[in-house]
């Protein structure tokens, strides 16, 4: 009797599709969770720049019409790592609203836009992205 060694054809089939059918189901729920994961980049300038905002009314009694008088070099502004552009929308110098609009890999996100108002009310393109 002779002892073979090593695998054969079909065990090495099985072991691929194993792996292919984990990868299947892996790769989807780990791309929502970088996505998820990176709102909190959008969460973090919104509330950071709110907050300018009400610094910015505190001294002037109105807010400001664009992120340039909060010191920015520009009316439109990209999140630390560029995946967020942060704009502001003031009405009458007596509210704002604040949007952040996904870019690159997080304009596929069902989350892709986030707002926050004078209000402190947040709102976004689906539900729960706040949390």
């Known amino acids: 009797m002779i002892k073979q060694r090593g695998i054969t ?56 019409l664009d992120l340039t008088e909060l010191g920015f070099p ?4 990209l999140t630390d790592n560029g995946l967020y552009q942060v704009q502001v929308a003031a009405a009458a110098a007596r509210t704002f609203t604040l949007t952040a609009t996904g870019q690159g890999v997080q304009a596929t996100d069902a989350c892709v836009t986030m707002s926050i108002d004078q209000a402190g009310t947040r709102t976004a393109s689906a539900q729960n992205c706040w949390r």
Request: aromatic residues 10%.
């Open 74 to 77: 520009e009316v439109t502004t």
């Open 9 to 64: 054809l079909i065990e090495l089939m099985i072991v691929v599709a194993i792996i292919g059918i984990l990868a299947g189901i892996a790769y989807p729920s780990y791309t929502q969770y970088v996505q998820r994961s990176n709102r909190s980049e959008a969460m973090n300038e919104l509330v950071r720049i709110a907050n300018l905002q009400e610094q910015f009314f505190a001294d002037n009694r109105r807010y400001a």
